[in-house]
């Protein structure tokens, strides 16, 4: 019928049965959208649950680990280890330097834990080490830069582990890092000093044979100091600045 038509016809004479059964209809369309979004939910509810289960089964299975009898072979009891935890960061002790003076008076200890230099280490090997470290070519051009740029890439091979096993880690906030290593260069002693920024994965600088006058600056600059020279190799005087604490290591 068109709506001429139907405008012209007597209202009692109009079928508004579709339109009733439309209306009539809208309950169950929204029940049954309902019921759809609620299985949706549902559905994702039970997801989390699983997700939940598992991360308390795992974490279980970390606990029993330890009361666990020793596997029958290392090598496998190690790889299941590793499948459940990833991999585990490496922990060092470390002093907070609470007494800058103390400490700085007293920094001629770092020759006693003085590393023998590694072998030495050229460009494209160095490329190859470090790989959480983002701008490593940069880094390299950073150094052909300064006027000893020679000098400073002769002594790439301190870079690793000066980043991995400092004597000392200064930090100037927000997010730049000084790390401070004391290595044997024959009879004499030499401390490399890296800038970081970025987690670590941004290298500024490296500076060879580090002035001591400009290192105790920066230890006096520092927002926070921590020392990884054995506590033994320390004086009272140092060690009564110290508090003990774990630092966790993670630097490839």
Same mark, same amino acid.
């Given at each position: 019928?068109?709506?001429t038509?139907a ?10 049965k579709?339109?009733?059964n ?6 169950y369309?929204a029940n049954?959208?309902?019921?759809a ?25 970390i ?6 009898k020793?596997s ?40 006693s ?18 790989d ?14 300064r006027n000893?740029?020679?000098t400073?890439? &002769?002594?790439l091979?301190? +870079?690793?582990?000066?980043?991995k096993? $400092? *004597?000392?880690?200064?930090? =100037?906030? @927000?997010?730049?890092k ?17 800038v970081?920024k ?6 500024i600088?490296?500076?060879?044979? &580090?002035?001591?006058?400009? +290192? ?5 600059? $520092? *927002?926070i100091?921590?020392? =990884?020279? @054995? ?13 003990m604490?774990?630092?966790p290591?993670?630097?490839?």
């Amino acid at each position: 019928m068109s709506a001429t038509k139907a405008l012209n016809k007597p209202l009692a004479q109009l079928d508004f049965k579709p339109l009733s059964n439309e209306i009539k209809a809208l309950p169950y369309k929204a029940n049954a959208n309902l019921k759809a979004h609620l299985r949706d939910i549902n559905a994702k509810t039970n997801e989390l649950l699983d997700s939940m289960q598992e991360f308390k089964n795992t974490t279980k299975e970390i606990k029993l680990l330890a009361y666990n009898k020793p596997s029958e072979n290392n090598a496998v009891e190690v790889d299941r280890l590793s499948n459940v935890l990833g991999e585990i960061p490496k922990t060092r002790e470390y002093q907070v330097i609470t007494d800058k003076k103390a400490f700085i008076e007293n920094l001629n200890v770092l020759k006693s834990v003085a590393e023998p230099i590694p072998p030495t280490l050229d460009i494209h090997a160095f490329l190859k080490t470090l790989d959480n470290v983002e701008n490593k070519e940069n880094f390299i051009e950073h150094l052909l830069t300064r006027n000893n740029a020679e000098t400073r890439l &002769a002594y790439l091979n301190l +870079v690793e582990p000066t980043l991995k096993r $400092a *004597d000392i880690e200064l930090t =100037f906030l @927000p997010n730049k890092k000084e790390y401070i290593k004391s290595f044997k260069d024959k009879d004499n002693n030499l401390l490399y000093l890296l800038v970081t920024k970025n987690n670590d994965k941004t290298l500024i600088t490296g500076i060879p044979n &580090a002035n001591e006058r400009y +290192v105790k600056n920066e230890i006096n600059k $520092a *927002d926070i100091i921590h020392s =990884f020279v @054995p506590l033994n190799r320390q004086t009272t005087e140092v060690v009564n600045g110290l508090a003990m604490q774990i630092l966790p290591q993670n630097r490839k």
